[in-house]
Nanobody, 123 residues
Framework: VQLQASGGGLVQAGDSLRLSCAAS????????MGWFRQGPGKEREFVAA????????YYADSVKGRFTVSRDNAKNTVYLQMNSLKSEDTAIYYC?????????????????WGQGTQVTVSS
């Protein structure tokens, strides 16, 4: 499975941005897609995840109510709509794919990773 993340950029606090993650290859083998981020000097942290089939999604508390994860099965693409961005959202955002349904928020349960896209929020 190959993942290509895109859509990052430089925005101001309060703005919105939508990230995309295009998946290719054996996408049927990865029922869960996730978004993670790593800010400057910080560890990688979970942001959101969604299943391809049922559409169930879950979020980190820090983004709940501001970010929305969605998928387009026909395009094999997962999106992360980010609204009301804050300076603390500044990070490299990675999409990831897991072969297990219970991947949850644990990075070590994700088997494939994209290259990351930089999001910078200026205050």
């Amino acid at each position: 499975v190959q993942l290509q993340a895109s859509g990052g950029g430089l925005v101001q606090a309060g703005d919105s941005l939508r990230l995309s993650c295009a998946a290719s290859g054996r996408t049927f083998s990865v029922p869960v897609m996730g978004w993670f981020r790593q800010g400057p000097g910080k560890e990688r942290e979970f942001v959101a995840a969604i299943s391809w089939s049922g559409g169930s999604s879950y979020y980190a508390d820090s983004v709940k109510g501001r970010f929305t994860v969605s998928r387009d099965n026909a395009k094999n693409t997962v999106y992360l709509q980010m609204n009301s961005l804050k300076s603390e959202d500044t990070a490299i955002y990675y999409c990831a794919a897991s072969r297990t349904l219970n991947a949850g928020s644990y990075p070590n349960r994700y088997d494939y990773w994209g290259q990351g896209t930089q999001v910078t929020v200026s205050s």
